[in-house]
T-cell receptor, first 110, second 117 residues
């Protein structure tokens, strides 16, 4: 059973378009993290959100943690080919292992 | 700071053999976790070690084992390899402390690509 559901699974868009990736769960998490993974490499941590309703921005990327700390979203503005990769969300609970979503494969075409 | 390093990067083994993978965490990180990544199952947690003790364990058979040394370096071993063990094995270190209450941010290595034939 996948505790974290990510959607969409695949996304292919043109350079300059905006997109949103969603990460949903019926469980409450103490923190929610987003990672990006490129082929042949390990995931790289992008951000950690810990407070319900929290919004964090990283250049063109905006991350939000749901008020109830059960869901999160990643919004990319004006996507670029360099944004291409696998985006993973991961939920953390104190003292326990991280739970990863299945990931969203993003392809940005120039 | 140097990142997480994993050796070897690529490995080809035959069914029934065993394999040992190595991981050196970021300096100062005492928590090391191992994950298996496959296209079908995604990223699956294997186990976490902290100060040479296994702190968390995923749902993998006993053929998968690990250990951590006093310098925080870690190894994982898979015995009696099966075709289904072909995967990218990722090691991640974390600044997570002894209480386990800190947020569990993972810093991943590049992985070891294991192919079982």
């Amino acid at each position: 059973t996948q505790l974290l559901e990510q959607s969409p699974q695949f996304l292919s868009i043109q350079e300059g378009e905006n997109l949103t990736v969603y990460c949903n769960s019926s469980s409450v998490f103490s923190s929610l993290q987003w990672y990006r993974q490129e082929p042949g490499e390990g995931p790289v941590l992008l951000v950690t959100v810990v407070t319900g309703g929290e919004v964090k921005k990283l250049k063109r990327l905006t991350f939000q943690f749901g008020d109830a700390r059960k869901d999160s979203s990643l919004h990319i503005t004006a996507a670029q080919p360099g944004d291409t990769g696998l985006y993973l969300c991961a939920g953390g609970r104190y003292g326990n292992k991280l739970v990863f979503g299945a990931g969203t494969i993003l392809r940005v075409k120039s | 700071k140097a990142g997480v390093t994993q050796t070897p990067r690529y490995l080809i083994k035959t069914r029934g053999q065993q394999v040992t993978l190595s991981c050196s965490p970021i300096s100062g990180h005492r928590s090391v976790s191992w994950y298996q990544q496959t296209p079908g199952q995604g990223l699956q947690f294997l186990f976490e070690y902290f100060s040479e003790t296994q702190r968390n364990k995923g749902n993998f058979p006993g053929r998968f084992s690990g250990r951590q040394f006093s310098n925080s370096r870690s190894e994982m071993n898979v015995s009696t390899l099966e075709l289904g063990d072909s995967a990218l094995y990722l090691c991640a270190s974390s600044p997570r402390g002894s209480t386990g209450q800190e947020h569990y941010e993972q810093y991943f290595g590049p992985g070891t690509r294991l192919t079982v034939t």
